[in-house]
């Protein structure tokens, strides 16, 4: 055996690990900014402070009135201050105060790497025999 063979045994191995695992978090995490894209931002209104909690209230469609229970930000929340929630249009009763703009960054991200470095081990697999 010499050692392209031992390069090519090697990237298939390499190959069979990181290309499964690759597409798979390609696809959750593309989902997962599918489903996000679906939010949309509106204002909020702090209702109350009190210690460990902000009640947060916004209008939803049709002029109905929404409220939520939240940690206080780093910011010092004061009755009547405005602040930005996203709501999701299959759950109008929830709220996110942090931003859907972020989510699946990271599967996607690793998803691609793997995804990349899973096809250049299967195309080393396959010329490496030939030389």
Not at 99 to 120: E, M, N, S, V, Y
Not at 121 to 129: D, E, G, I, Q, R
């Amino acid at each position: 055996m010499n050692p392209l063979d031992a390069i090519a045994i090697a990237a298939e191995v390499f190959a069979w690990l990181t290309l499964p695992i690759g597409i798979v978090l390609l696809s959750v995490g593309l989902a997962r900014r599918s489903w996000s894209r679906r939010y949309a931002s509106t204002k909020a209104v702090v209702a109350a402070v009190h210690e460990h909690e902000v009640t947060l209230r916004w209008f939803g469609d049709g002029g109905a009135v929404h409220e939520m229970r939240a940690e206080p930000s780093a910011q010092a929340a004061v009755v009547g201050d405005a602040r930005t929630v996203w709501v999701h249009p299959g759950r109008p009763d929830e709220a996110r105060i942090d931003d859907p703009a972020h989510d699946g960054r990271i599967l996607t991200t690793l998803g691609w790497i793997l995804t990349a470095a899973g096809a250049i081990a299967v195309v080393l697999s396959t010329v490496m025999p030939l030389l």
